[in-house]
């Protein structure tokens, strides 16, 4: 059996077991840092075709971050 990680489960529990419009992802765009909503990111990053898990820099449920890279 495959373990998830941390943030792989952090997105399967924020769309599957609570409201995703609640998340904030905060993803590394050239040399800038994008902040926009779970959903949105989902739709743009394609299934992680076009923007890969690395370039997620953190996780926030309304002001708690709860996955951050360090």
Not at 26 to 55: C, H, M, W
Not at 59 to 68: I, M, S
């Amino acid at each position: 059996m495959v373990r998830k990680g941390k943030l792989q489960e952090i997105i399967s529990k924020a769309t599957h077991a609570d409201n995703p419009e609640l998340y904030t992802v905060g993803y590394r765009d050239y040399d800038t840092i994008k902040e926009v909503s779970l959903l949105e990111f989902l739709q743009v990053a394609d299934n992680f075709q076009v923007i890969p898990a690395s370039r997620i820099m953190y996780v926030k449920r309304l002001d708690k971050v709860l996955f951050e890279k360090s």
